[in-house]
């Protein structure tokens, strides 16, 4: 088990815009304004959806036709042991049946009319993203 603490410093607010990827303009957002470790939110609408499904040490990516509101999506910001900056997300949307889907979220999901993004930095958690070799995942760390 790792575990990190920090106090929460900044809290930044953005409006997303039309055909914005979600995933990708959420490390855009993140990189810009410095944060290396924290937490996010979102919510909005997006004309499809890219998520996927981890079974036996991979993704199978789904696609889900949109448009779609996003019913929660959340996740936290790390940096990746090559120093790349990562932002891990799950997702939940909605049809207008009503009908929910979700996933890890990938990039491939463009903004419909609107969204909004919160981000949480937590500067003193020092989190690294480490590949475990059994899961092929890239597993949450904390460094001392």
Same mark, same amino acid.
């Given at each position: 088990?790792?575990?990190?603490?920090?106090?929460?410093?900044?809290?930044?607010?953005?409006?997303?815009?039309?055909?914005?990827?979600?995933?990708?303009?959420?490390?855009?957002?993140?990189?810009q304004n410095g944060i290396r470790a924290?937490?996010?939110?979102?919510?909005?609408?997006?004309?499809?959806?890219?998520?996927?499904?981890?079974?036996?040490?991979?993704?199978?990516?789904?696609?889900?036709?949109?448009?779609l509101e996003i019913v929660s999506c959340?996740?936290?910001?790390?940096?990746?042991?090559?120093?790349?900056? +990562?932002?891990?997300?799950?997702?939940? +949307? @909605?049809?207008?049946?009503?009908?929910?889907?979700?996933?890890?979220?990938?990039?491939?999901?463009?903004?419909?009319?609107?969204?909004?993004? +919160?981000?949480?930095?937590?500067?003193?958690?020092?989190?690294?993203? +480490?590949?475990?070799?059994?899961?092929?995942?890239?597993?949450?760390? @904390?460094?001392?």
């Open positions: 088990m790792s575990q990190a603490e920090s106090r929460i410093s900044r809290t930044i607010f953005i409006r997303l815009n039309e055909n914005e990827d979600l995933l990708d303009t959420i490390k855009k957002k993140a990189e924290g937490f996010f939110f979102a919510i909005g609408t997006i004309k499809k959806a890219t998520m996927g499904f981890y079974k036996e040490g991979k993704y199978k990516q789904i696609e889900i036709a949109g448009p959340l996740g936290n910001i790390s940096i990746r042991e090559d120093g790349e900056l +990562v932002a891990h997300a799950h997702i939940g +949307v @909605s049809d207008e049946e009503g009908r929910m889907f979700g996933g890890h979220l990938f990039s491939g999901c463009p903004i419909g009319a609107t969204g909004e993004l +919160v981000l949480i930095e937590a500067p003193e958690a020092k989190l690294k993203r +480490v590949l475990d070799r059994n899961s092929n995942l890239y597993l949450l760390h @904390s460094e001392k």
